[in-house]
């Protein structure tokens, strides 16, 4: 794979000096027509020791305006890192819309060292699906991803050390573990290979550049960069100025929803038993041993360092914050966080649509409350038309992978639907609207929702449909009756963390009594 | 000062459902109006253990909209906090302007137990002081600052435990430590009192709370916070319906900068001796040395742990860009980043205007570069007239303490004002035009900077005078000469490092030769 890349091409200065100024020009203008679309450019620098990452990098940041481009590398992860899933760091360094950004090693730095060392195949073979999901999921959602291998020979390598270490000023960039890589040559460029191979796709492609020669190098990669930029942005404009792809028209009409879309079919929620209530007494009772338990569950999780997120969706008036509520009552609150989802910022509308809830995944030991979710997605986003149906159908996916690597990474994953009926959220409307202290709570977008049941009946289907999994599973709730909702949640939760860290351990553990088998047959 | 807080008030059960729905509801009015003003709201709650605080925070949650409301606890700092200066926690977590902020104990949780458990009076006096002075830039930037002590005597505190040591639902809230710190009792009321003496101040005031009665405490609260949002939306109205105050006139009139404003004294900057040049064969050695010399300091910081921040500030044109990355050439790229200070966003327009660069603060051992700066707020939005003249005076002590904690959290701070003549600059600009990959540098903005040259020349006067600090120096750089004005950058750079860290260990040290004394006295 790399025998073309060691051809030993060169850029004389001369050359190098003659060619610079139009390439720059180039860029720059490139760059200025980028700040004014909507898209990020994802640049990824990967290679062995020494290929000369940095001296592009540099040249790079010297031809570019740096106010609109960020240069991150990444060293090993900190506490704070690594109590989060891996890519955590990775999602907070992305650049904005509008932005270059370039990367160096990030994602590829590990898989290629643990493999390098031996680690086993399987392992690095899910890296690698990672990875090709991931820089997919940042390509569908607009982004130019390119990524250019810097190539060095063995020899090559050795020679550049060496070249390095006798000279005062550059002795520091060749250190020990540089040489012990270096003897570990054949196993990088087998891992490299299989790297390169496996997640060099169409929209992120890899391109192997000969790093014997920074200018050279620099060239040619600046050269690349700006031709993969231009298409982008060729296309970019002519999307903007011809209609709509008529793609999407067929796409709809094959929908395998057509049935439901049309409220023929019944959908999951029709199924919900929604006559269950609980009586004030059972509920105090309950109540109080379910949050006394929650307790023990939130400081024994603390202790083995087993974050939980929880997720809430629903109707209007569902009572979300009530449930919510009686949670956090039982929760030590240093250990808790409520993030409400609101419009994003712009800090945020700059950055894929998953990109604000992985900024508030917690340090290890903690309970993350999601108030409204990622799901606005394929809820309000699809049903208002806000995300295309292409965006839409795409998220199921996303949202996958993404909790994946949160349950992968041993984190509790809970998501309820709070569900009412027509008339029951009637009904409270009409005691809001009577309500002082409640009537904030009624906005027109309400009524609104209302008007589109329906749509978001239907939506709800293909949610728990595609995304309820063994190990992030949703939980219908049925909430038509306040008091069975909240110790419904109250309890799917503490099974949830008790799954996970085991009985608490106090005395005062309840007992599984009958009524909670019931309840577990009801959902 | 407490005996007004255990005179056992309480409110029935009665009373407080008979008065909780027209606090709620004039509460909840309250907050959507602070919604659409541009200040936040900073609640703090202080207090010995189980006087209540939790349960005030959890009535006033149920009773506001929690989407414009945050809660915040801290725990015990984790790695990545404990490496930053103490308040950048805090500055994370203010909230932004039109929402409320309830912080739990906060600033006040470490001066309080140091106290307690005998820390010295002269460390505990100037945390109070550091606490008043953040506090004070809280209100002066609008800010409401509200604080309240909920107060138990110390056998009040003795019943609350026991209750609920003996409820298997509350135990948990009850832990060795409490003990402890009850049996120190005497010692928090004292430090306490200390605290709220020192504290307490027109702009943020404490509210002494009786804490026996959780009811009660909670109506007590909500009451006071109504009344301080209610008084100053009435303020914030009425300031938004008549003229500005007369006082600012009369301030620009006592100013003691008129002479200097009309252009008339010599600034600081007339000073400079902006002949210096370097020559080329005499740059590249010194280039070499000092770079070779940053980068063997660097990694010393490293291993001390040492970061260092570097301000730029300077004239368009002057060369920022070209002296930042000739240090970068030196730099490992894993421990420095660069930091180009644009408009700020929408999540920064939120906050305090120093709250943007407390966020880039970063670990231990790294280095930061700032391209350009909280100066701004004396510079372009002092002569540009963005920010009042009572915003950009108060700033100049604002920015001293910023400084002061980052110095005193151990980290180097250098600053450079990059200076050039007018012709020079003029001569640049026109190159700049005629150099097609330079021409992006070149905007109307530098031209209309430029014409304010004589305003700018003031402001950095002021500047200087007031910020130049023995641990935060001024480098004024004669900027003419390029290379000049690299070098001595670069020498400046090292030397405050070398200062800290002490000289590099390798052997390859340069010796401190004539030159370097010679432009020593040049500064």
Redesign the interface.
């Known amino acids: 794979m790399f025998e073309t890349a060691e051809l030993g091409r060169k850029a004389t200065k001369r050359e190098y000096k003659a060619r610079v100024?139009s390439l720059?020009?180039a860029l720059?203008a490139a760059q200025?027509r980028v700040r004014h679309t909507d898209f990020p450019v994802v640049v990824l620098f990967g290679g062995v020791d020494g290929a000369g990452k940095?001296d592009v990098?540099?040249a790079l940041?010297?031809?570019m305006?740096?106010?609109w481009m960020v240069?991150r590398?990444?060293?090993r992860p900190?506490?704070?890192e690594a109590e989060r899933p891996a890519y955590w760091r990775f999602w907070q360094a992305l650049p904005p819309k509008g932005q270059i950004g370039l990367l160096?090693s990030a994602w590829y730095s590990r898989p290629l060292l643990r493999r390098a060392y031996g680690g086993p195949e399987a392992e690095f073979e899910e890296a690698l699906e990672e990875i090709a999901d991931f820089e997919k999921q940042l390509a569908d959602d607009g982004a130019v991803v390119v990524k250019f291998w810097l190539h060095l020979g063995k020899q090559g390598q050795e020679k550049r050390f060496k070249r390095l270490a006798k000279d005062?000023?550059h002795?520091?960039r060749v250190t020990e573990r540089d040489w012990d890589h270096w003897r570990k040559y054949e196993d990088f460029v087998g891992a490299a290979e299989r790297i390169i191979g496996r997640t060099s796709t169409g929209d992120c492609p890899w391109h192997i550049v000969e790093g014997v020669c920074p200018r050279y190098a620099s060239l040619h990669v600046g050269g690349l960069l700006l031709e993969t930029i231009e298409r982008r942005l060729a296309e970019h404009e002519e999307a903007h100025t011809s209609l709509p792809a008529p793609a999407h028209a067929a796409l709809a009409e094959a929908s395998l929803d057509a049935e439901l879309a049309h409220g023929r079919a019944p959908t999951v929620l029709a199924k919900l038993d929604m006559t269950q209530r609980l009586e004030k007494n059972a509920y105090r009772t309950l109540l109080?041993t379910h949050?006394?338990r929650l307790?023990?569950l939130q400081?024994q999780a603390r202790n083995q360092k087993v974050s939980t997120i929880l997720v809430f969706e629903g109707w209007d008036a569902a009572g979300k914050?009530g449930a919510i509520?009686r949670m956090?009552?039982a929760l030590?609150?240093?250990?808790v966080r409520?993030v409400?989802t609101?419009a994003p910022?712009?800090?945020e509308s700059a950055q894929h649509y998953l990109w604000r809830f992985w900024r508030h995944l917690s340090?290890a030991g903690r309970v993350t409350i999601f108030?409204r979710s990622w799901y606005g997605r394929v809820l309000v986003e699809r049903v208002e038309g806000f995300a295309s149906e292409k965006e839409w159908r795409r998220a199921y996916a996303e949202i996958n992978r993404f909790e994946q690597q949160v349950t992968n990474h041993g984190i509790v994953l809970v998501k309820f639907w709070m569900h009412l009926t027509r008339e029951e959220q009637l009904a409270r409307f009409h005691e809001r609207e009577q309500t002082?202290?409640k009537r904030?709570?009624l906005t027109e977008e309400d009524w609104r929702n209302r008007e589109r049941w329906d749509d978001y009946e239907v939506a709800v289907h293909d949610m728990v449909e595609r995304t309820s999994t063994r190990r992030a599973p949703w939980i219908l709730v049925e909430a038509n009756d306040k008091l069975f909702a909240r110790i419904k949640v109250l309890e799917s939760v503490c099974s949830a963390i008790e799954a996970r860290v085991g009985p608490p351990d106090e005395p005062?553990a309840p007992s599984k009594d009958a009524r909670k088998e019931k309840k577990r047959g009801a959902r």
Do not use: I, Y
């Open positions: 100024p720059r020009q720059l200025e940095g990098v540099h940041n010297e031809w305006d740096p106010r240069t590398t990444f060293e900190s506490q704070d160096l005062p000023l002795a520091w109080a949050q006394g307790n023990r400081l914050g509520r956090n009552a030590d609150s240093r250990g409520v409400p609101a910022s712009d800090e340090r108030d002082p202290w904030w709570k005062h």
